[in-house]
């Protein structure tokens, strides 16, 4: 879908799946590609076009070894750029990295993660990750303590700002990414076309995490044109893939 459109169809249809089960057990991850969805969802959500009163929300990853305020961090991410700006807030849960060792906070999110995700978005990383499984994740590896490749360690200092550069990280695993309801990923802009060409029709591997996506049997794929511009023609801009 063109590129303008993709931010408010996103949100609108985020606000009518909300309408229908108030109660959503929500996956959400930060990074660049969600920030102008949340915007506008959060837009919709002031005038009221659906409510996050009732969801709960569970945090896709989160960085270890950065301080709170650090703007990188995707729990504070989460809350500026939503949580912190709709009318009646959700229940949320962040990866407790401030408060646990690393393999506890890792253990108390899969348990937050195991009481069910109804709808998981994620974002696609340029080297083909989903959170923060890397390539070499598999399709049960499980929520755990990561050591974050090297393109995942840079964006961190130089598209979100961190003031260090993370090593490692916490993330839902593969395996419980892939028992949610229904996953919707998120892709926008020209940098991502390649890596959206491998995970939609390379042969499923280990190389590129994301294509194991391809497996659920409820998988959206919501890209803009630009990142769509690899892609064999299809009838609709908006592509919803059923393996
Ligand atoms: P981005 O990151 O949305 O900032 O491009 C996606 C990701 O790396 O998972």
Not at 22 to 40: E, F, V
Not at 98 to 117: F, K, M, N, S
Not at 163 to 169: H, I, K, L, S, Y
Not at 206 to 213: E, R, V, Y
Request: include cysteine; charged fraction near 20%; charge should be neutral.
């Amino acid at each position: 879908m063109p590129d303008t459109e993709w931010a408010p169809r996103v949100a609108a249809e985020l606000c009518q799946r909300l309408r229908a089960e108030p109660s959503l057990r929500l996956c959400l991850p930060t990074g660049d590609t969600p920030s102008p969805m949340y915007a506008r969802l959060a837009q919709m959500l002031e005038e009221g076009r659906a409510s996050l009163a009732d969801a709960t929300v569970v945090l896709l990853d989160e960085y270890l070894g950065l301080a709170p305020d650090d703007p990188a961090r995707c729990d504070a991410r989460l809350r500026r750029e939503l949580l912190d700006m709709v009318p009646v807030p959700p229940r949320a849960f962040s990866v407790r990295v401030d408060e646990l060792a690393p393999a506890a906070a890792a253990a108390a999110h899969a348990q937050v993660a195991a009481a069910g995700l109804d709808l998981v978005l994620l974002g696609l990383g340029a080297n083909g990750h989903v959170g923060l499984n890397e390539p070499g994740s598999t399709t049960t590896s499980p929520t755990r303590v990561v050591e974050l490749a090297p393109a995942s360690r840079s964006a961190a200092v130089s598209r979100y700002g961190s003031a260090v550069a993370p090593t490692a990280g916490i993330t839902l695993g593969m395996d419980q990414l892939l028992a949610a309801g229904e996953i919707w990923l998120l892709v926008t802009g020209p940098a991502k076309a390649r890596v959206l060409r491998r995970a939609l029709l390379d042969p499923m591997s280990a190389d590129c995490p994301a294509s194991f996506l391809r497996g659920h049997a409820r998988l959206r794929v919501i890209a803009d044109t630009a990142a769509a511009s690899e892609l064999p023609p299809r009838p609709s801009a908006g592509r919803r893939l059923r393996k």
